[in-house]
């Protein structure tokens, strides 16, 4: 299809969309409810989408609620992000095995499924482009991962109904997707009915709209008009305007630097329960040790990677004694990683402003709030 701008699809053409996709051999994975909370897992019906369920978050708090519409898409992320479908928490590295005198080693296999992930928020296509720099392009790439990334096909969403604990504006991440992705779903209700207006981000995309619009039933599948295009554009805007938490990210980096024994760091550690969570919701942390497991004779091994935290008195074990031993430096290392010593590290912030570890904290200490202190002078 030549300069294609996009296509509008009622429901029944997002049911299509899913069934090609799934012809094509990907799994689709998107958002559904399950335990009172929104999760991504594999569908393969329009009916599984969390249709007219919306989400209540602010700091330690997340309730479902009915939006009173036919919404789809209506919800902000829940605590999983893709991270756990990309780079899984528990990962077999290698087995091994007792040969008489010898080890016979087995690399095993990368697990590599081919899944297309429906409804990725703009702030979590930066968390994924997060680790792309992060894990793939690295001097030794983490060959599971870009093994994972080849095999994604993306469908992004535009944010319409932002949570009380995004800030994904102040990060410049969102809440528009504007990049990264292989289609771009913008959901529209209004006069005009319940419709998709779907984009293409990239050529594998445009070839399955290209797909769709020869084999969709006919009126499942129209082509985008001006006004769809126009009423897409005020979704994004209006959620733009409606962020539940902004950041004032002018000079951070240098603002954390310079406050290394703010008392901030202290009264924030007073609330932590270094609990964790935080760090496991967060889309873009990465740290992972090492488990060795043999098998009560000795004779067979296994060397599994497993997420870790900063928030841990291990992690930053060294020989003798943990070098972060109090909560506060602990909780200061998070914070100033993400906002300033990331940037040197890998050219970008290492938030992209989602909100999570604001909603899914016990003691709901939240970041914006806490480096707001810091830059008012506040102890
Ligand atoms: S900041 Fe909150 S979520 Fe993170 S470790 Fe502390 S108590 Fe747990
Ligand atoms: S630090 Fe918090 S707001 Fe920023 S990306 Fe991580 S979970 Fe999201």
């Known amino acids: 299809m030549d300069n294609i701008t996009g296509l509008v699809l009622l429901v029944p053409g997002l049911q299509s969309l899913i069934n090609l996709l799934r012809e094509h051999g990907w799994s689709v994975v998107g958002p559904t409810v399950r ?75 990368l697990d590599a499924p081919r899944l297309a992930l429906l409804g990725v928020r703009s702030c979590d296509l930066h968390a994924i482009g997060v680790h792309d720099r992060v894990l793939a392009n690295r001097s030794v790439p983490d060959a599971a991962y870009v093994a994972r990334r080849e095999a994604t096909f993306v469908v992004a969403v535009t944010c319409s109904d932002p949570g009380g604990t995004c800030f994904c504006v102040s990060m410049g991440t969102g809440p528009v997707p504007d990049k990264g992705f292989d289609l771009k779903l913008t959901e529209l209700i209004d006069q005009e009915g319940h419709r998709f207006l779907v984009q293409p981000g990239s050529e594998c995309g445009e070839q399955i709209l290209d797909e769709l619009t020869t084999r969709a039933v006919r009126d499942e599948v129209l082509n985008a008009a001006k006004a769809d295009h126009e009423a897409a554009g005020q979704v994004g805007a209006a959620a733009a305007r409606r962020m539940g938490r902004s950041l004032d990210a002018d000079g951070l980096r240098d603002l954390l630097y310079a406050n290394a024994e703010h008392p901030q760091w202290e009264d924030a550690a007073s609330r932590c329960l270094a609990c964790t969570n935080c760090t496991l919701v967060c889309p873009t942390c990465f740290c992972t040790s090492v488990e060795d497991v043999s098998d009560l004779s000795g004779s067979e091994t296994q060397r599994w990677r497993v997420w870790d935290s900063c928030f841990t008195q291990d992690f930053s074990y060294l ?6 031993s109090s909560v506060s430096s602990r909780y200061r290392q998070w914070a100033t990683h993400k906002l300033a010593s990331w940037v040197d590290q890998f050219g970008s912030s290492g938030c992209v402003g989602c909100g999570r570890c604001i909603t899914w904290c016990p003691a709901a200490i939240d970041i914006t709030a806490e480096v707001g202190a810091i830059r008012s002078g506040k102890s």
């Open 35 to 109: 335990d009172d909370v929104i999760v991504h897992a594999e569908i393969d019906s329009v009916d599984q989408l969390p249709c007219g369920v919306g989400d209540l978050q602010d700091g330690g708090r997340y309730r479902l609620r009915q939006r009173g519409d036919e919404a789809m898409f209506g919800y902000v992320g829940g605590p999983q992000g893709w991270k756990s479908l990309l780079f899984p928490s528990r990962e077999l590295l290698w087995s091994g095995r007792r040969a008489g005198t010898e080890m016979e080693v087995d690399p095993g296999v």
């Open 319 to 324: 020989h003798g004694g943990s070098v972060r």
